[in-house]
């Protein structure tokens, strides 16, 4: 089962390639998503826009389109808690703060910080951790605002090359930043970073540029020029046409995942750290795909 979720009436008229900066004219983002739980061998969404322990949302507000994507750490499963419950909970509330209007479109560290304390705050206690990553457009000035904290993240590709992209963050190897909520009198042995750690950056935006969300279940199995590969199949703003590339991407990952002869990225990065690895990363895959397009309302 896959994911399709649309801007309802936004019509898209950009040209792919790009246009002067310099135009008054809003934008937004037609944005398709895609995914896979490792546990199962084809895609499958749960409730809540999850892919196994990953989640993800997509939201509009009037100034502005937002993306999300969190990947819960699967270490909490040996302690009983449910990995997927913290990085959906983070997602969900990041996605109605935008609805709500409460946000600043030049400040997507302050979605997450405020979607983290909200989850502190809970009445109801929740427990684990998740790595995340906020994409906000500005439609007006045409400016990409990010922030990612840990091992999730985004390219921006323009004419065939990426042209921007997150950095990376980990402690060490296999262990990226997070944000955690530890059982009582563990907090200072639970690994928890503060959302205000998560790099950010922001980026002008032309019309046409390609943007792609995506959890390390992606990153970990598909190296840059498998990714270009596939985007350079994408030739219209169409939906359909997005969805359909990052089913494609998405597919050709979970492949990867479980080829135990491929050279992957991850497999790449752990003998870089001594370690004798090979083959795919079994992982949970989340994809968002987007193209910057004029804004019609």
Known sequence: MLSVLSYGRLVARAVLGGLS??????????????????????????????????????????????????????????YGVDPSQFSATLMR??????????????NPVGILTSGYYELLQNKVPLLGSSTAC??????????????????SGFLVVRGGEVVH????????????????????GAEGVVLSDSPEAADSSSFDVQLGDIILTATDGLFDNMPDYMI???????????????????????KQAHDLAYDPNYMSPFAQFACDNGLNVRGGKPDDITVLLSIVAEYTD
């Open 93 to 106: 509330t990041c996605e109605r703060l935008v609805k709500e209007g409460r946000f600043t479109p030049s």
């Open 134 to 151: 906020i994409v906000v457009l500005d439609r007006r000035s045409h400016r990409l605002h990010t922030c990612n904290l840990g091992d």
């Open 165 to 184: 992209r997150s950095d990376e963050q980990q402690h060490y190897f296999n262990t990226p930043f997070q944000l955690s909520i530890a059982p009582p």
């Open 21 to 78: 900066q310099t135009d008054g004219r809003d934008y937004s983002l037609i944005t398709a998503s895609y995914g896979f739980g490792k546990d199962f061998r084809k895609g499958i969404l749960k409730k809540g826009m999850c892919y196994g322990d990953d989640a993800c949302f997509i939201a509009r507000h009037r100034t502005a389109d937002v993306l999300g994507v969190a990947d819960g750490v699967g270490g909490w499963r040996d």
């Open 228 to 250: 270009l590969h596939e985007l350079k199949k994408l030739k219209t703003t169409n939906y359909d046409s997005i969805l359909q590339t990052a089913q494609s991407i998405a």
